[in-house]
């Protein structure tokens, strides 16, 4: 039967996706960007066939990304709104979801491997505007990365309106899990940096934050 057989590809896909839609990951206990025995990029030499191979990555990403935007340039005006989600091909999304999960190692493999993970944060940040199917598997290591990059020494104003294109997707928290403690003690320090409070679209995302969780407030 092949409508069974269609269904039956239809939900192992979906099932696929959804595998992990949780932000509790071991990289947020500490010990990824900016957490405690972190390794600066600059102080990493990686050798010819890593860099062989992040190089490799950077070409799969920035071939995502064109394919995307091919996508979305195709895309009718009857179907360009972004209230419900667009197919996308099982293969796209697997190597998106192998590049997005590299993101935080991608910090401690040297100055080539930093260029490639602003490559995979940039596609996936794309993906989520463009509001392609499993964009919620495609933003979990990529919300922290950007908030630990906006309380850097060397952030910029233009990574915190990063992070307030994308400020949906912290909608997906859940503050009750404790696998996320490191994240929420990253977001509660939002509210005392200057790059937040100095911009609009910074205390916006506080707001934002206190609403989604109000024990936010006496922390």
Request: with cysteine.
């Amino acid at each position: 039967n092949m409508d069974a057989g269609e269904d039956g590809e239809e939900s192992k896909s979906q099932s696929q996706r959804a595998r992990r839609t949780s932000f509790g990951s071991s990289i947020m206990t500490g010990g990824g960007i900016n957490g405690p025995g972190a390794i600066a990029a600059q102080d990493i030499e990686p050798d010819a066939a890593s860099t062989e191979a992040l190089l490799f990555m950077r070409s799969c990403c920035l071939l995502t990304e064109s394919y995307l935007r091919g996508l979305v340039e195709r895309r009718s005006a009857a179907s360009s709104a972004t209230d419900r989600e667009h197919g996308i091909i099982d293969e796209t999304f697997q190597v998106a979801e192998l590049l997005h999960d590299a993101l935080f190692s991608l910090q401690s493999c040297g100055p080539v491997a930093v260029r490639v993970q602003s490559a995979v944060s940039t596609m996936c940040e794309y993906w989520w505007h463009a509001a392609f199917e499993g964009r919620e598997q495609l933003v979990t290591m990529l919300v922290p990365l950007l908030v630990a990059k906006t309380l850097d020494g060397a952030a910029a104003k233009s990574d915190v309106k990063r992070l307030y294109a994308i400020r949906s997707a912290l909608d997906l928290l859940d503050f009750a899990d404790p696998s996320i403690d490191y994240l929420r003690s990253l977001l509660l320090r939002t509210a005392s940096s200057p790059h937040y409070l100095r911009t609009v679209e910074g205390r916006r995302i506080i707001a934002h934050l206190f609403q989604l969780d109000a024990e936010l407030v006496p922390d």
